[in-house]
């Protein structure tokens, strides 16, 4: 039997050991939040927000950023079909409903005129998901935000390291969420961010990740209304701390590895990998090959290629629209086809160069002669 390639794990040093090592044994009492304050200082300054708020995980980020923004029952958010279904559910426990649109062929995010298509007196929120590192066409969305008068958010959980036209991911629209689970760019375990320019949203979404206690209420365990508790601990944030010292290592790493297989496969024009398109930069979150259509190369072809050689290959995220509770296909979309014919490659930052040649080869196997 090959050795495993796993598809993501963790990168984790000495540097995030004795943060954590450090928060287990003084990060009590009065210190109790110094490596979350430190976690989302890091965090904003990265981004070139104003304000920053660590979350339990990117769901409850998501959550309490829509509630926030007062979405409730009757209300409908837009978001593309082709995502995580975490980006929906917070929709969903909010009374709202989700509104499917179909992805663009190259980016695999957001099609502007579909969304804009879509828009009904309803719509309360468009979300915008970098999907795999790749980016939305934000500046055409932000345009049909204002026409309408609707708010576009940000689900930049997998887009830490891309950047569109001079801004980072999640730093752009009304609010972004980001993501720190363990198969993520960088973690803190489980863990999320939540992040704004806007201040009235900010004090509101602090207030509600505080079950609905105001700063400036004087009573003690007095909260003014139903919040949440999606909490990050010292601890998690003090790993946190330790990867945002890291993380321009981290996401170079992730561009060196989607580049290399990009190289690998240069010479191949029937297959695409996630793009670069002018004036962004992919953060390289998870890398990607789609086949073209007419190669018959499916889904199961290619995770049975993969588990043949021992190496884990997740499959391209399924179309929303075709999860049972939501159950609205659209079977000729751009969603359900790439989907149909695309797979995730590993990139942990660890991986070798042996490695990834071998997964190449497992992709050129699958290629018919020309
Ligand atoms: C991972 C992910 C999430 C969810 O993040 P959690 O921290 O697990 O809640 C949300 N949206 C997208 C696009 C993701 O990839």
Request: with cysteine; aromatic share 10%; charged share 20%.
């Amino acid at each position: 039997m090959k050795t495993h390639i796993p598809y993501v794990k963790p990168s984790s040093t000495d540097i995030e050991l004795g943060y954590v090592r450090d928060a287990v044994e003084n990060g009590w009492g009065k210190k109790c939040y110094d490596y979350i304050h430190r976690f989302e200082n890091a965090f904003k300054n990265y981004l070139g927000v104003k304000y920053a708020m660590t979350t339990s995980s990117c769901t409850g980020s998501i959550h309490i950023g829509l509630a926030a923004l007062g979405i409730g029952p009757g209300d409908e958010v837009i978001l593309a079909d082709t995502n995580w279904i975490a980006t929906a559910a917070p929709i969903v426990y909010l009374g709202a409903s989700p509104v499917f649109v179909d992805i663009l062929p190259d980016t695999w995010c957001l099609d502007p005129d579909l969304v804009k298509a879509a828009i009904t007196p309803r719509t309360k929120a468009i979300i915008a998901v970098h999907l795999y590192g790749n980016l939305c066409e934000m500046s055409t969305l932000l345009e049909i935000g204002e026409q309408y008068g609707v708010p576009i958010v940000e689900d930049a959980a997998e887009a830490i390291g891309s950047v569109y036209h001079g801004k980072r991911a999640g730093s752009i629209g009304a609010f972004g969420s980001f993501s720190f689970h363990g198969t993520k760019t960088i973690t803190t375990g489980e863990g999320g961010m939540f992040v704004t320019n806007n201040k009235d949203l900010f004090d509101k979404a602090c207030i509600l990740n505080n079950h609905g206690r105001n700063p400036t209420q004087v009573k003690q365990f007095w909260p003014d209304l139903i919040g949440f508790k999606y909490r990050l601990s010292n601890m998690q944030a003090a790993f946190g701390c330790g990867q945002m010292d890291r993380i321009d290592e981290l996401t170079k790493r992730k561009r060196e590895i989607l580049n290399f297989y990009k190289k690998a496969l240069n010479d191949e024009p029937d297959i695409t990998l996630n793009p670069e398109l002018t004036g962004t930069i992919n953060g390289a979150w998870m890398p990607n090959v789609v086949f073209k259509k007419n190669m018959g190369v499916s889904r199961a072809m290619l995770q049975e290629a993969f588990k043949a050689e021992n190496i884990d290959a997740r499959v391209f995220f399924y179309p929303l629209s075709e999860l049972p509770m939501f159950d609205r296909p659209n079977p000729n979309s751009m969603a359900t086809s790439i989907s149909q014919r695309a797979i995730n490659l590993p990139s942990f930052h660890e991986i070798t160069l042996e490695e990834q040649s071998r997964v190449v080869k497992v992709l050129k196997s699958l290629i018919p002669a020309r």
